[in-house]
């Protein structure tokens, strides 16, 4: 079992920027690809960044490439998302994700945290 807990969000103005945390405890951290979605009422959780456990590969969605950055740091078990130049479209809220497999965690990751809602407003 692997546990993820997030923080960091919260409100900010439109073109502002948050970093989201997210710890992870339970196997080995090193060895799991991590992730974020998002997800507003309404509609289905979407990805939104991963990064791999290998070599750092990144992938990100469409929608916030050139704005995100997702980053990991094993020795502290913890994945990051910095966020700049935030929209109001950027409202939701945000899970941490890991799975063993790279693209397991861009589709359907093993493991979700509890989520951190990150407001946006114009």
């Known amino acids: 079992q692997v546990q993820l807990v997030e923080s960091g969000g919260g409100l900010v103005q439109a073109g502002g920027s948050l970093r989201l945390s997210c710890v992870a405890s339970g196997r080995t951290f090193s060895k799991y690809a991590m992730g974020w979605f998002r997800q507003v009422p309404g509609k289905e959780r979407e990805f939104v960044a991963a990064?791999?456990?290998?070599?750092?590969?990144?992938h990100y969605a469409d929608s916030v490439t050139g704005r995100f950055t997702i980053s990991r740091d094993n020795a502290k078990n913890t994945v990051y998302l910095q966020m700049n130049s935030l929209k109001p479209e950027d409202t939701a809220v945000y899970y941490c994700?890991?799975?063993?497999?790279?693209?397991?965690?861009?589709?359907?990751?093993?493991?979700w945290g509890q989520g951190t809602q990150v407001t946006v407003s114009s």
């Open positions: 990064i791999s456990w290998k070599d750092g590969t990144t």
């Open positions: 994700a890991a799975d063993s497999n790279f693209i397991g965690v861009t589709r359907a990751p093993d493991y």
